[in-house]
């Protein structure tokens, strides 16, 4: 039996996720209140980011009635995003980057994948699929992916991947 699109897409959702943890962990929690330069994100506000656009997506893309223009972002955003921003420690922070994939693949699991060709209504006010922006969010965890990346080595750390890739992980 073929996956359904929706497997498919939940599996690289998973990959995509799996790096990310694992480049989270690669950086010690002495570091998390790192910041390359003063206006950018910390890691631990970086992966807070990751978390509250994924539980804004997860929580947004399973309903009946999606619309990325209901509320200004930040009100979207913190409808969502409570245990994002109460996540504080590097533990606390991998163990809701697992919980919270669990709880978005048994959503969209539950909505089923004909809802996510349901034409939405994006943030600039064109139409789009839930399926799309499903897919720009996975785009998203993995463009912060990177980040964490080049944090790691401004630290001194060889990359989660780079250390997979050598053999070395």
């Not at 809701?96 to 349901?118: D, I, P």
């Amino acid at each position: 039996m073929k996956p359904s699109l929706l497997e498919e897409t939940l599996e690289a959702w998973r990959d995509v996720r799996d790096g990310l943890a694992d480049e989270v962990r690669n950086i010690p929690a002495r570091h998390f209140d790192f910041r390359p330069t003063p206006e950018v994100r910390s890691v631990r506000e970086l992966v807070q980011h990751i978390l509250e656009v994924a539980m804004f997506m997860t929580g947004e893309l399973t309903r009946t009635d999606t619309n990325l223009r209901r509320k200004p972002w930040p009100k979207l955003l913190a409808m969502y995003a409570t245990p994002a921003y109460e996540a504080r420690t590097k533990q606390q922070l991998i163990r809701l980057l697992r919980s919270q994939l669990k709880e978005a693949e048994r959503r969209f699991r539950a909505a089923g994948e004909l809802a996510l060709y349901q034409l939405i209504t994006r943030f600039d006010g064109e139409q789009g699929t839930k399926f799309t922006w499903l897919q720009h969010g996975i785009a998203q965890e993995m463009y912060h992916r990177g980040q964490l990346a080049l944090y790691a080595r401004l630290l001194g750390l060889e990359p989660a991947l780079t250390q997979r890739i050598r053999g070395g992980a």
